[in-house]
Nanobody
Framework: QVQLVESGGGLVQPGGSLRLSCAAS????????MDWYRQAPGKQRELVAK???????NYVDSVKGRFTISRDNAKNTVYLQMNSLKPEDTAVYHC?????????WGQGTQVTVSS
């Protein structure tokens, strides 16, 4: 059974930083592409960052240069380091994986950027 458990969200002032973590089980983590998505109120869910099993990364344009996705295969964990946070980064952030054609999501962690 695939399980994704996120942590690390919270309330931060504009310009601040947070690091999100997603612990995965039920997959061969080192062989799996991992994603972070986010969904803001009233908006569609969007892909924020992706990291392949080989360590290649992709980001949505709005976070390039500010966010960094990384993975620790020994801990079955993917991270999202978020710097220079802006109010428009406020959203629920979800970890995602696709296994054998099925999508799996974590429960999400709230990130609120506000002064």
């Amino acid at each position: 059974q695939v399980q994704l458990v996120e942590s690390g969200g919270g309330l931060v002032q504009p310009g601040g930083s947070l690091r999100l973590s997603c612990a995965a089980s039920g997959i061969i983590f080192r062989l799996t592409t991992m994603d972070w998505y986010r969904q803001a109120p009233g908006k569609q869910r969007e892909l924020v960052a992706k990291i392949t099993r080989g360590g290649s990364t992709n980001y949505v344009d709005s976070v390039k240069g500010r966010f960094t996705i990384s993975r620790d295969n020994a801990k079955n964990t993917v991270y999202l380091q978020m710097n220079s946070l802006k109010p428009e980064d406020t959203a629920v952030y979800h970890c995602h994986v696709n296994k054998l054609g099925a999508d799996y999501w974590g429960q999400g962690t709230q990130v609120t950027v506000s002064s």
